[in-house]
């Protein structure tokens, strides 16, 4: 079964900080296959063998398969003795010493894209902590595979506009809000080569840049960008997670360099310079 490769990076950075988060000695996990009907273990951190690697669970078996058919985290105090869940998976469980088990589906969209665990090797009930700790610990994968996905719908979406950039009217605003769009989520990706990747793309969008233009910080750009769309100084501060004060500052700075006097004057400007669609 092909696994999600970008689900399966997250879940393998992710496992340290269930670890610490919930105190747990144990933790795993894996990304499902297409359709979402099976999960293959290949993450592993804190465990004596290999007894987990490779295991496929199928939706609704085991406890991980409860929690990707009821779409939530689930736990059981002691593995073998369960009566909530299916005992395909016993040997494999046993055999690495497991007893007090938590697995949480990771789902995107509506979708379950993988699973993190975290275990015990003595059979009592996990509490609050563990329990807060790997949701917590999901969630943050969850905002992670969001973003690369919507990095990707929009690289994708793109594509017929990396030849050239299309004339004015509609279809030259898409883009200049397609660019915006890219330059707001750059900084949110922790991927370098996606990021990059990302703000290759933007470059793509504006026009030829003869290098004698004023050389805008990337956050001014950021601002720039959004205010070239028609947004309100709050409204680019929500979008870019900064302070209204903080996101005049940045088109303070930017109108200087480019010796406007308005908004209108500086967005006219940059686009003269090359710097924005």
Not at 4 to 13: K, Y
Not at 106 to 123: D, I, Q, S
Not at 151 to 158: E, H, M
Not at 252 to 277: C, F, I, N, W, Y
Request: glycine share 12%.
């Amino acid at each position: 079964m092909a696994a999600d490769a970008v689900a399966t990076a997250e879940i393998r950075g992710a496992l340290a900080g269930l670890r610490r988060a919930t105190g747990l000695p144990v933790a795993f996990g894996g990304a499902v296959g297409p359709g979402a009907a099976q999960i293959r273990i290949s993450e592993l951190s804190g465990t004596a063998t290999g007894a987990l690697r490779s295991l496929v669970v199928t939706s609704g078996t085991g406890l991980g398969g409860r929690a990707v058919a009821l779409g939530r985290a689930c736990a059981v105090p002691d593995y073998a003795g369960s009566r909530r869940i299916s005992h395909e998976y016993d040997a494999p469980v046993a055999a690495e010493g497991l007893r007090s088990v938590l697995a949480v589906p990771l789902v995107v969209g509506h979708r379950v894209r993988g699973v993190l665990y975290g275990a015990l090797r003595t059979a009592q009930p996990l509490g609050d902590r563990a329990l807060d700790g790997a949701v917590a610990a999901a969630r943050e994968v969850e905002r992670a595979l969001a973003v690369r996905d919507e990095a990707r719908g929009l690289l994708a979406a793109l594509r017929p506009a990396e030849a050239a950039v299309p004339e004015p009217g509609a279809g030259r605003e898409h883009v200049r809000e397609a660019h915006a769009a890219l330059r707001a989520l750059a900084p949110r990706i922790a991927d370098p080569e996606l990021r990059a990747e990302l703000l290759a793309a933007c470059d793509l969008l504006t026009a030829p840049h003869t290098g004698g233009g004023p050389a805008l910080a990337p956050r001014e750009l950021d601002v720039l960008t959004w205010v070239a769309t028609g947004a309100t100084n709050a409204a680019v501060a929500d979008r870019l997670g900064l302070r209204p004060e903080t996101v005049k500052g940045y088109l303070s700075a930017a109108m200087r360099k480019l010796g406007a006097h308005t908004r209108g004057e500086a967005v006219t400007a940059a686009r003269r310079a090359g710097v924005l669609p």
